[in-house]
């Protein structure tokens, strides 16, 4: 599993509206840095930046298809963040339920 | 940077009751957890659950906002809860403010959707996770993001 480090940069990463499109993007399947850009109105060197940092938490990996390269979503870490999230997801959205049923019947 | 969990419900019962639901400790029990909670900002009380939490409470205004520390020996984190009147009846909104998540805590799996969809970030930087209408049973959510679902 991640360590802490790990976690800090998946954070920083998905912290950015610009990352989070870019990963919603990537989504539908694998793309070019020209294509990524597009959409933004932003130069493809800055957008190259944000994949930096995308890649450097394991969010985004880059295959090689002749002479393009074409940049994907890796999904991983983002599950080991949700994983953590989903237990007390799970607990106040149930408490929360109880609450309401409790206000039901409360004298 | 820290994390937020938030909770939007709509409940059909007045302002009042709500809170009281959420401040004494009678009540208090009988939805969340056996505890020895007063509405006492500074009071250490302990929720009777497994495992035991151990809080403090930090902000007590009537009747509105309740706030209190939370340590389940796993993770520390801030509870707050704002209630507020509306037409039918009272918002609550439930807000978990942690530090960033510890690597051991990884348990259970969902979907790597809830956090595409639901993240979003506020002025301070901080990130917010909205928990999805489907986690809730009889309340409507607010959720800012409701983006499509795909599945990756």
Request: glycine share 6%; net charge positive.
């Amino acid at each position: 599993m991640g360590n802490v480090a790990a976690h800090a940069d998946v954070f920083r990463a998905i912290a950015d509206p610009t990352r989070r499109a870019v990963l919603e993007r990537l989504r539908h399947g694998e793309l070019s840095v020209s294509e990524l850009a597009g959409p933004f109105r932003m130069s493809q060197p800055a957008i190259s930046q944000h994949l930096r940092v995308l890649r450097h938490a394991g969010l985004v990996r880059v295959d090689k298809v002749g002479r393009q390269r074409l940049y994907a979503l890796n999904p991983k870490p983002l599950r080991e963040v949700d994983r953590w999230i989903a237990h007390y997801r799970r607990f106040w959205t149930r408490k929360l339920e109880d609450l309401g049923k409790f206000l039901d019947e409360m004298e | 940077m820290k994390l937020r969990l938030i909770w939007r419900r709509h409940y059909p019962h007045a302002t009042g009751r709500v809170w009281r639901a959420l401040t004494e400790r009678d009540l208090l029990a009988q939805w969340l957890l056996p505890n020895d909670f007063a509405p006492i900002v500074g009071h250490e009380f302990t929720f009777m659950g497994e495992p035991r939490i151990r809080c403090r409470v930090t902000r007590i205004d009537a009747p509105s906002h309740l706030e209190f520390t939370w340590d389940d020996g796993e993770v520390e984190s801030l509870i707050a809860f704002a209630l507020i009147e509306t037409t039918e009846g009272t918002r609550l909104d439930l807000t978990m403010t942690a530090e960033q998540p510890r690597a051991w805590l990884e348990e259970a799996l969902t979907r790597i959707d809830a956090v595409l969809d639901n993240l979003i970030q506020d002025q301070a930087g901080h990130l917010w996770l909205i928990s999805k209408k489907e986690d809730s049973c009889p309340s409507k959510v607010g959720s800012p993001t409701t983006g499509a679902s795909s599945r990756i």
